[in-house]
């Protein structure tokens, strides 16, 4: 069954970069898949951010493209978030996952990040 | 882009009872590229059904779905504790894909 984990600093600070890596267990990232990013503010809903597939094609949310670089590593089977300048705006709950081609999933059990100085 | 809106917000029901859950698309998706997920607090959202209509792996039959066009249901025939939870329907008909706002099923 595969595995998703998250990992990364929990703080930022406002106009730095939030960087996540998700480390895929069980499962090879190298599949028929698609991987993203998916992010709950507190006590709100839930965004897509973007996605990758093994290749290196990605996708991102229009409202989010001009910050955002989501990269894969095969030889590791992770793939990663970047979110450049951000501000209280980006504190959430960062959920990565895997897409098929009509769901999400499994899903990480997510990272808490919050951007506070 | 099509927007979902869930109603209602909050379901307050019973163990035992049917629940009823409405997601209703801006426009018109195809019924493969509708999913319902479950969130707990503190967890992350569980995929229940995908296609409108299939159960996901190991979820129970008391969940149904169904719909077309942009009137979708999630039906869970008999609530037991731990459905207690919030839904979220979600479409992958385009590129961004996006979910409703959720509706809470919460204990009467």
């Known amino acids: 069954q595969v595995q998703l984990q998250e990992s990364g600093p929990g703080l930022v600070k406002p106009s730095e970069t939030l960087s996540l890596t998700c480390a895929v267990s069980?499962?090879?990232?190298?599949?028929?898949?698609?991987w993203g990013w998916i992010r709950q503010p507190p006590g709100k809903g839930l965004e897509c951010i973007g996605s990758?597939?093994?290749?290196?094609?990605?996708y991102y949310n229009p409202s989010l493209k001009s910050r955002v670089t989501i990269s894969v590593d095969t030889s590791k089977n992770q793939f990663s978030l970047k979110v450049r300048s951000v501000t209280a705006a980006d504190t959430a709950v960062y959920y990565c996952?895997?897409?098929?081609?009509?769901?999400?999933?499994?899903w990480g059990r997510g990272i808490l990040v919050t951007v506070s100085s | 882009e099509s927007a979902l809106t869930q109603s209602p917000g909050t379901l307050s029901l019973s163990p035992g009872e049917r629940a009823t859950l409405s997601c209703r698309a801006s426009?018109?998706?195809?019924?493969?590229?509708l999913a319902w997920y479950q969130q707990k607090p503190g967890q992350a959202p569980r995929l229940l059904i995908y296609?409108?209509?299939s159960r996901a792996t190991g979820i129970p039959d008391r969940f149904s779905g169904s719909g077309s066009g942009t009137d979708f249901t999630l039906t869970i025939s008999r609530l037991e504790p731990e459905d207690f939870a919030v839904y979220y329907c979600?479409?992958?008909?385009?590129?961004?894909?996006?979910f409703g706002q959720g509706t809470k099923v919460e204990i009467k």
């Open positions: 996952a895997r897409l098929g081609p009509n769901w999400i999933d499994p």
């Open positions: 069980l499962h090879s990232i190298s599949s028929t898949h698609s």
């Open positions: 990758i597939y093994y290749t290196g094609t990605t």
């Open positions: 426009q018109s998706i195809s019924s493969s590229y």
């Open positions: 296609g409108a209509s």
């Open positions: 979600q479409q992958s008909g385009n590129s961004l894909w996006t």
